[in-house]
Structures are given as structure tokens and as C-alpha cells.
């Protein structure tokens, strides 16, 4: 693909090969040798290393970034250096400048999770959790927003908003009249509400 200026980065876990012995910040952000035709070493870039290089002055978003994590903390030790340096170590050789780089990190670990998380490696004596360790000191380099579960009201006006174009469709169509009743669309709202998966999502940026 042409890459173009101005515009954001979307990585998700899907970018990583999990057959690829290299870590995850390896695998997005390093760089690795090929064989030339004429048999010599060339050092070639990740693509979305290219990408930074080509444009430091862009927006990158990496999508459920406890995911990473479960594999490895590399990326998170990765954008630690960012933070404190302004720059992207790629290799031993080679530093990209991300002064001007925003990243955005996405997550759907809690915010009592991720305290959880942090407080129980301040307790255990083992260094290998199973769970996603966020380190404190990382999370105090970025801005952390923290979204609630949509309320019931909210639940409700998508619902309205789903719904209005299949009661306008059957009218067309079938001359067919249907009427949501409210109670009913409370209780539907009320269930979703009350759901435990997948309402919350949690954003860091730095």
C-alpha cells in the first residue's frame, strides 16, 4: 500500500506471527537481514517501522494492548523508552525520533483489574504471573481514560436507533405496522446494561 502522510496506524495482535520466536516490539518495530541476489546481508525494516520512519509525525494505535502482553512485556518496556526519551530504538544502530509521534494504547482490562494486577506483583514473590502485569511506573508515563459500561438509557437510544429502520422497512415493504413497547425496550436495555463483558474499555496516550 502507498503510504501517505497525515494519517494513523492501527496494530492489532493479529500483526503478530506467534510462530516467531522474536518478541512482540521485535516483530512491530525491529528490523532483521535478508540475502541479497548477490548473497550479502541487507538489513530490511518492519513495515510499520518504515512507516515511522517515513512519518514520525503520526498517530499510533495499538488495539488491545494486554493482549501483547500476555506474550511478552517487550512492547511495553519498548514504549517505557519511548516515553523517557522521545525516541524508538529499532536496533543497536538505528533510533527513530518520536517527539512528535502520539501513541494510543486500547485495553479491556478494568481499571480494578489493572490495580489488582499491579498490587499483586508488588506481593508475589514470583516473577511469572498469568495474568497481564501493567507496570506502575509505565502507566504513570501515559494518560489514562477509563470508560464505563454504557448506562441503560444509552442502551436504549441504540436500540431505538437499530430498530427504527426495520419498522420503517416492514411498513414499506410488507405494509406491516410494529410498535416497540417502552417496558420492553427497558428490559432489553436493562440486560445489556448489566452485561459483564465487553462494556468497558480503557485508553492510554501518550
Known amino acids: 500500500n502507498k503510504l501517505s502522510k497525515n494519517s494513523a496506524i492501527r496494530i492489532s495482535y493479529s500483526s503478530i506471527n506467534t ?72 536496533d543497536k544502530d538505528t533510533y527513530i525520533d518520536c517527539s512528535k509521534t502520539i501513541f494510543i494504547l486500547t485495553s479491556n482490562a478494568s481499571k480494578e483489574s489493572i490495580k489488582l494486577k499491579i498490587d499483586k506483583l508488588k506481593t508475589d514473590d514470583s516473577d511469572s504471573l498469568e495474568t497481564v502485569s501493567f507496570k506502575q511506573a509505565f502507566l504513570n508515563r501515559i494518560t489514562s481514560v477509563y470508560f464505563e459500561n454504557f448506562s441503560k438509557y444509552i442502551y436504549k437510544e441504540i436500540l431505538i436507533n437499530h430498530l427504527v429502520p426495520i419498522k420503517e422497512y416492514y411498513s414499506k415493504k410488507y405494509n406491516l405496522f410494529i410498535n416497540f413497547k417502552d417496558d420492553i425496550l427497558d428490559c432489553m436495555a436493562m440486560e445489556l446494561s448489566e452485561m459483564k463483558t465487553g462494556g468497558a474499555r480503557n485508553v492510554g496516550i501518550f
Open 19 to 90: 510462530a516467531d520466536k522474536r518478541s512482540c516490539a521485535e516483530q512491530l518495530f525491529g528490523s532483521y537481514t535478508e540475502k541479497s541476489v548477490f548473497n550479502t546481508d541487507v538489513k530490511c525494516n518492519t513495515s510499520y517501522t518504515s512507516q515511522l520512519i517515513y512519518n514520525p509525525e503520526v498517530v499510533i494505535v495499538i488495539d488491545e494492548f494486554d493482549k501483547f502482553m500476555l506474550r511478552d512485556d517487550s512492547l511495553q518496556a519498548l514504549l517505557w523508552d519511548v516515553a523517557d526519551t522521545g525516541r524508538l530504538k529499532v
